[in-house]
């Protein structure tokens, strides 16, 4: 039976008091020898280094021989069971009704109200004078988590804001529409998808210029602001160092959404005059071109009638 390390530990150590050697170096190194079983027991592969499907029915041997993994007898094992199946007895559905639903093509969108900024304007946390983006609310700490988008909403009336702010968000209800713009500002609606707020949050992207943003898109006030009488999207990610673009919405409930002037949306300026948000119905203007001119009937010689 070979020694053990423990007891070869030992004898080196008073091998190591009694003789100094130029080999004395290395008695710690055979000293520090262990071996430990449990991490036998611990190995594994890298994860996901092993992604071979399961194959069921081919032997005992797979592991999902015989029965599939399915167990023994039972329905469950013979067929498929509906969703909701309940041993069939009348569905659960049917004796307590459907309650309620979950839209899976709703925006998750962090609300705002205007008493809020206000607040935030009167601590100086935000400054009016310059536009408030999803970037300034979201570093000012007015909201938490942008989410989909901002919402700003009408808390505290038309009497909220005592001076005139330019803001760009996602939404806006109506009530706030009217509340900002009768204190003398300005609101347009920005789409913003999930990526492209985390670059604004990032600062890799601007939080609204983009080729659509042309000083005729109702942004006369926010230029102002910025104190420049046009915006160029390649000269502002040029001098400030911008990686990405912002992107426009492809849904066409989206797109409808900010070409409407009443929602103050950013495509609003691609209307033409008399022409309707909704890309289904033209404009009388488009339908007249259209139309062309109207052919006479004329009939052969030889009809009667």
Not at 129 to 136: C, F, G, K, L, S
């Amino acid at each position: 039976m070979p020694p053990r390390l423990s007891a070869l530990s030992a004898q080196l150590q008073r091998l190591s008091l009694q003789i100094s050697s130029p080999l004395s170096f290395l008695l710690p190194q055979l000293q520090q020898q262990s071996r430990n079983a449990h991490i036998l027991a611990s190995l594994s592969d890298t994860p996901g280094a092993y992604n071979k499907r399961i194959r069921r029915g081919r032997g005992p041997a797979s592991g999902k021989g015989k029965t599939s993994g399915r167990g023994h007898k039972g329905q469950k094992q013979h067929g498929k069971v509906p969703a909701g199946f309940n041993g069939g007895q009348t569905p659960d559905i049917v004796v307590h009704g459907e309650r309620g639903f979950k839209n899976i093509f709703s925006l998750d969108l962090a609300p705002v109200n205007l008493d809020r900024i206000q607040e935030w304007i009167d601590q100086g946390r935000i400054d009016p004078a310059r536009p408030i983006t999803v970037r300034e609310l979201a570093q000012s700490r007015c909201i938490h988590q942008a989410k989909d988008g901002v919402k700003l909403l009408a808390r505290g009336g038309e009497n909220a804001l005592k001076q005139p702010i330019n803001i760009i968000v996602s939404r806006a209800s109506q009530s706030a529409i009217a509340a900002v713009e009768a204190a003398g500002g300005s609101i347009t609606t920005r789409f913003y998808t999930r990526a492209a707020i985390h670059r604004i949050l990032r600062k890799e992207t601007h939080p609204f210029v983009s080729m659509a943003w042309t000083a005729q898109s109702g942004s006369e006030a926010i230029n102002k602001a910025l104190g420049t009488e046009e915006i160029s999207e390649s000269k502002i990610m040029k001098e400030m160092g911008f990686r990405y673009r912002l992107p426009d919405p492809t849904n066409r409930k989206d797109i409808e959404y900010y070409r409407d002037p009443a929602h103050r949306g950013y495509l609003s300026h691609l209307l033409k005059p008399m022409e309707s948000p909704s890309l289904f119905f033209r404009s009388p203007a488009d339908r007249k071109s259209t139309a062309g001119v109207k052919k006479e009937k004329t009939l052969p010689e030889n009809r009667l009638w």
